[in-house]
């Protein structure tokens, strides 16, 4: 099979230019690359391999000859150019939220679910970064039948770009320095606080974002009505890392022995748990490479079967750009473009 | 009765300032005041209702003629002092851990449990401050038979003390200037980052503020063994205002109205919840003032008559310094010292 000509799209947001970078880092091969992005940013220059790119405005023809388009360019662009690809014969894997709970819409994790490839029509889903985190810490231990999820998590700014990351450091300067800030990209100030609210609102009273965490966790673990999840979703200050506390129900007996033993064999997932010595993982750890960490792994105290753990990721990397690049890689291997 | 002769122990603490101006603005009618805390702060001056007060060295003569000692000074000052405080006839509301658990100190939260203080033997135990907030919260709720209780908590950095206040400023500072910054009340980093420990980890793998979760709300709602609670406690960078993610189990029917209208009727609590406006309580909504707000009240997907919601206050006020104080002014009207 001939090389793939890949194109990144959202190539200068923040996830692009990490899907950029991790092309790179994970020896992705092809035959040609280019970077897209909106009107605005377009012709402005990128560095890969050695080479100068100048990035190119997205436009349903410079999708053609395109085999395999990495997308991280928001929802309403996704719709826009998805059809436009698949029409020229090629594949988006997309980031955004606009297809994932789409029927014939493969939603992967890398290393998790990766033989629902297999079923794309072109279009395959990458998950929310909420969500993605969590799946390379329960597929190992789905074996024992998930009964109960409870999710709270305590999200960085990163996932909401570039501005959100400016507004978070020039927040927290004017709140030091006693200076009136006026929020934009969070609907509350956000240094030194943490906002009870990612994304909008659903008619049940969840964000988005909890509901992607209930839906995207059932689509991607295959799991069916009797597994019950729930999550509340916050936004803390940090600055890129998600971190969560994940207390989970069993159908099946397992100890903290177990759980332990099984998460430090499994794909993408690194253990850090000797509390006692006050190793844990916290946000400062996993930002900027790629495994999900794990720590804080107990009994349960309000489930007979039940396992709580503490869990953290770069949300850049596995929660985005990683995964992308990661099932690009399994594309290629799989012959799926 | 006479007023009492009060005295204040640990007064130039964060909890002890916080206690002297809320024993003002709750208007505690006394004979006699005094402030006390270590050698090392004695001597210092206090300015209160129009007078200045020096700070006395705490030692067990100081205690002779007092009826009530509101004390925030660390538990093993509380363990040194409280003997002495009773034998001289005295009564300590002590903000400790060193009491609480013990079987003939009543443990309370004023406007929960008030009827527990006539069971006082001189001792009365101030919660810790991430329980006490969801006191407030449950206790109206309670009716409907609480089977299981998950608590997932973003706490400030008030609660581990001035020292901890100023660590947290200036990590972030160093960190926003590039710089090294060794952090020492903290084990980990504590600008832009999540710590998942609050205090030390007992042998089950849970730490001891989330024990505390555990078994004080037991000892306070006089929940038996049939109710199952489980605790993350993780510290946030924020300044003031703990949160909690509340995720509850109900035995009877209980829908997110009903719970709303009960809530919006409870003692000590304020509902913001109306998140289609972006109304929900953060914890700079909470700093500073006294009510326990409560927002984000929605059916929980996990259990079948369940409730989740998210639950904001000041930790130095009602975790700690307007529960002793409230205490004080219950025992008072109660007749009790």
Redesign the interface.
């Known amino acids: 099979m001939r090389k793939p000509r890949i194109a990144i799209l959202g190539a200068t947001g923040v996830v692009g230019r990490e899907i950029t970078k991790i092309t790179n880092e994970l020896g992705i091969d092809y035959e040609s690359i280019k970077f897209l992005s909106s009107a605005r940013s377009a012709g402005s220059k990128i560095a890969f391999k050695g080479k100068e790119y100048t990035v190119e405005e997205a436009k349903p023809e410079v999708f053609d000859n395109i085999d395999i388009v990495m997308a991280s360019a928001g929802a309403s662009t996704s719709k826009l150019f998805a059809p436009e690809i698949v029409k020229r014969g090629g594949l988006i894997i997309d980031n955004s939220s606009a297809f994932r709970m789409e029927n014939d819409v493969p939603l992967v994790i890398a290393g998790v679910n990766d033989e629902d490839l297999r079923k794309h029509k072109g279009i395959i889903a990458n998950p929310n970064c909420s969500t993605s985190q969590l799946m390379l810490v329960l597929e190992p231990l789905k074996k024992f039948g998930i009964k109960?999820?409870?999710v709270?998590t305590?999200q960085a700014v990163s996932g909401a770009g570039l501005a959100a990351i400016n507004e978070?450091?020039d927040d927290?300067?004017a709140n030091?320095e006693n200076k009136f800030f006026e929020n934009k990209c969070f609907?509350?100030?956000i240094s030194?606080?943490?906002?009870?609210?990612i994304d909008v609102?659903c008619d049940?009273?969840?964000?988005k974002e909890e509901m992607k965490v209930?839906n995207e966790t059932r689509k991607i673990l295959h799991l069916d009505e009797n597994t019950?999840?729930?999550?509340?979703a916050?936004r803390?200050?940090?600055?890129n890392g998600h971190?969560e506390?994940v207390?989970i129900e069993f159908a099946e007996k397992i100890t903290?022995e177990m759980a332990r033993d099984i998460l430090k064999n499994a794909y993408g997932v690194k253990v850090i748990d000797n509390?006692?010595n006050?190793e844990?993982?916290?946000?400062?750890d996993a930002s900027g490479v790629d495994p999900v960490f794990v720590?804080?792994?107990?009994?349960?105290?309000?489930?007979e079967n039940?396992i709580?753990l503490?869990c953290?990721a770069d949300n850049l990397r596995i929660g985005a750009a990683l995964n992308t690049v990661r099932i690009c890689k399994r594309v290629i291997e799989m012959e799926l473009y």
Not at 228 to 232: E, N
């Open positions: 109960r999820l409870i709270s305590y978070l450091k927290t300067v030091l609907k509350k100030p030194f606080n943490v906002i009870p609210q609102f049940n009273g969840y964000t209930v019950l999840i729930s999550c509340t916050a803390v200050p940090v600055f971190s506390a207390d903290p509390p006692e006050y844990y993982p916290t946000t400062r720590g804080r792994i107990r009994k349960n105290l309000a489930f039940g709580s503490w953290v």
